[in-house]
């Protein structure tokens, strides 16, 4: 799998970095799940490999192979998650 790192920006947060993991021989055109990945509170932040610390993004950084799109945001310091569901939302779409 293919990991990659990213920031997506808008009007509220001038930055939310997320790692997006492709599976292999990703071609955009063939569809696979999505799984999203939210943290805990102990890896907000602007480092965003600390998305990788505990959960599915760490299998994956360990070499687990999915047959999915994996996206794991990193929650900004100031924020948790239920104040950033319009965000997520767009995110994914």
Known sequence: METKVYNYTNKRIDSMGYMISLPDGYDGKTRYPLLVALHGAGERGTDTS??????VMKYVAKGLKLDAIVVAPQCPKDFTWNMLTAELKELID
């Open 50 to 55: 600390l998305v990788l610390v505990h959960g």
